[in-house]
């Protein structure tokens, strides 16, 4: 049964401090999203890549955040440095993007909280 | 940009009875719409997908319709069970991107 991983799953930090989260897409999906989830903001995009290209980061605060896909097997998002509105669930999902198809499929998600 | 609005109150339902849920768009219409649904801890789960030329989709209890005109979907679950408690959100596609509403959670009552 496919599946998205993440780790950690949570994550607790000090403020000022560098945190990666690391995503294991489904294979053979084309397309990975990063999402931050909060009570006030719900789940918003962060950045998403297809075929391991960047195409949209700009729901991601740029000074600090940062995704990569250095491999088909691997997404990365690094906060550095940390800050306490941080504080979220990131979620990491994976798709095969085709025609007008863009169904996700999320990961259990990384529980923040920078202190 | 698009705004999505669901129910942010909370939606408490008899067992059995129908549960619908409301999804409003406010700009131009997407080329499809989709639902999710989330568990406390978990990551969303998707549901169903309808496209902009379709009325209605169903799949076994769960009938979605989306209507251009009013700009809105509606969610409905069909004879509700406890287990179908959840926050339930819509998503719809925007320049390529998926963007999701914040949800709304739905109880259903033993």
């Known amino acids: 049964d496919a599946r998205v991983t993440q780790t950690p799953r949570h994550k607790v930090t000090e403020m000022g401090q560098e945190v990666t989260m690391r995503c294991q897409p489904i294979l053979g999906h084309n397309t990975v999203f990063w999402y931050r989830q909060t009570m006030m903001q719900g789940l918003e995009l962060l950045a998403y890549?297809?075929?391991?290209?960047?195409?949209?980061d700009s729901g991601m605060p740029k000074d600090r955040f940062s995704a990569e896909m250095p491999d088909a097997t691997l997404a990365t998002l690094k906060i550095q440095p940390s800050e306490p509105r941080d504080s979220a669930v990131y979620f990491c999902a994976s798709g095969l993007l085709w025609g007008h198809h863009n169904e996700q499929f999320f990961g259990p998600g990384t529980r923040l909280t920078v202190l | 940009s698009q705004k999505i609005e669901q129910n942010s109150e909370a939606l408490n339902i008899q067992e059995g009875k129908t549960a619908t849920l409301t999804c409003n768009y406010t700009?131009?219409?997407?080329?499809?719409l989709q639902w999710y649904r989330q568990d406390p801890g978990r990551g969303p789960v998707f549901l169903l997908l309808i496209r902009e030329n379709e009325k209605e989709k169903r799949k076994e209890r769960l009938k979605v319709t989306f209507d251009t005109t009013l700009k809105q979907s509606l969610f409905h679950i069909t004879a509700s069970q406890p287990a179908d408690s959840a926050t339930y959100l819509c998503a719809l596609d925007e320049n390529d991107k998926i963007i999701f509403g914040k949800g709304t959670r739905l109880h259903i009552l033993p």
């Open positions: 700009n131009y219409s997407p080329a499809y």
């Open positions: 890549f297809r075929n391991r290209a960047p195409l949209d």
